[in-house]
């Protein structure tokens, strides 16, 4: 078992509205971090572009507030570092299941979606002041009818840690990806990810906000895109949008 990060604060909740949204409010009283928020259950969990996530209790629903002091465009490379965090932590309790990163921030289990990310900021001025790093993890249970199929680690046979076994198995792999990321910039990280990603050199498709495209996959560029090629003389980098294999 790793050790809890030196340096880093928790504040723990039985129930909350949203960890990201505790995190906001912490940010507003002129907390600035790094503090991990966790809660035993969320009663507004969200997703990205305002979806729901569940987070029902013995799930880990988990938030990071911290201050890289960085510009935004590269704090969005925080999404990878928490992707190859949160990937670390589900593959150390789950050693003979395939545990891949899907772009841009999910981690799949055997090809089911068992965490999700949600990076949020707050700005004033060119700088972000404080990032919000949201991670759930579904560890006793998932919902069954989401459009990506979930899974959770009850669903593969596999005993669930508890909530807060898993944060502290979350919060040391941070530390280490985030010093990475501190120390050598996005290209370790980005190689790193793209070891574990799924569907790379596959065809895929992605659904952009006006229109759906496919193309092989051929990695993510030092912004963090996808590079799509569509035909052999266009590659295309997309910011943002949702991926199928
Ligand atoms: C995400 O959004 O995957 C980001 C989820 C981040 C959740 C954490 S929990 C701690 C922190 N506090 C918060 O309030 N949020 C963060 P997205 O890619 O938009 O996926 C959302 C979609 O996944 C939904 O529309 C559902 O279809 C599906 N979904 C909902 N709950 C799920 C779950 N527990 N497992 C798998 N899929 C789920």
Redesign the pocket.
Known sequence: MTSWPAGYGLVEFDEID????EARRLAAKGERGPVWIVAGR?TA?????G?????PAG?L???LLLNPGKPASECAQLSFVSALAASDTIASFSPDIDIKVKWPN?VLANGK?IS???LESASQGADPQFLIV???M?LRS??PD???P?ASLTAFGLEPPLPRHALLELAGPFAKWYDVWRADGFSPIRDAWLSRAAGLGTRIRARLTNEETVGIFEGIDETGALLLRETKDRVRAIAAGEVFF
């Not at 969990?45 to 572009?49: E, F, L, P, S, V």
């Open positions: 949203s960890t990201n949204e969320q969990g969200r997703g990205r572009r979806r729901k996530w569940e987070s799930n629903a988990a938030t999910d979606k999700g990310i949600l949201g991670i759930g579904n998932h919902p989401t459009e990506f979930a």
